[in-house]
């Protein structure tokens, strides 16, 4: 194995693509389904939404943890999707696959916020569509909170994706110790 991990080992940038693309779908698709439990417990109790906004304001501090700890969750549980994808399909070196999903993440927010400041905000597709996890402010409001926010973020991602591929190249570990270690089965099918 020692040979295949130095052949075949290192990052490989199309497996962390592929998991960060996973990492997105998943993140979209929790995103989606906290909103959609919302809007059941908000019908359930029969509240309109001026209820609902004055209760949240009335509570904005615990709204407002529950709120972060909902989106590191969401981010958490995307990212290591993503890095489990990406581990899986490299078999190798899982944990800089997980690196990887995260760079890719990076690399996508680096371009998305570049063509933002080019073509303006009325062409920010992302903002646009609300199916991103976003911490509801504008860039013209940045303080020591927000940037220490986006540092917590950031690492709860690069932790999810990280572990996520370590559990994805465990899979091929335990598939490696199978395939040395015959079963009975093995030695009925040679009589």
């Known amino acids: 194995m020692a040979r295949q991990k130095e052949r075949f080992g290192g990052i490989k940038v199309g497996s962390a693509f592929f998991g960060w693309l996973a990492a997105t779908g998943m993140a979209v698709l929790l995103t989606a389904l906290v909103a959609a439990a919302g809007t059941a417990v908000g019908l359930a109790n029969n509240t309109d939404v001026n209820q609902a906004v004055n209760q949240a304001a009335q ?3 615990t ?3 529950v709120g972060i700890i909902v989106l590191l969750v969401i981010l958490f549980l995307s990212y290591y999707c993503g890095g489990y994808v990406a581990g899986r399909m490299a078999r190798f070196n899982g944990a800089r ?3 990887m999903v995260w ?3 990076l690399i996508a927010a680096i371009v998305v916020a570049i063509l933002g400041l080019v073509a303006g905000q009325q062409f920010n597709v992302l903002a646009n569509l609300n199916s991103f996890p976003r911490i ?4 013209g409001q940045l303080t020591t909170t927000s940037i220490i926010a986006a540092v917590v973020v950031a690492v709860v991602a690069l932790i999810g994706a990280v572990l996520g591929g370590l559990a994805g190249m465990r899979f091929h570990r335990k598939v490696d110790r199978a395939g040395f270690t015959p079963d009975s089965e093995f030695y009925d099918d040679e009589e």
């Open 97 to 99: 696959q997980g690196l």
């Open 103 to 105: 760079v890719w993440a």
């Open 136 to 139: 509801p402010i504008n860039e």
């Open 63 to 65: 709204v407002g943890l």
């Open 59 to 61: 509570n904005s501090g």
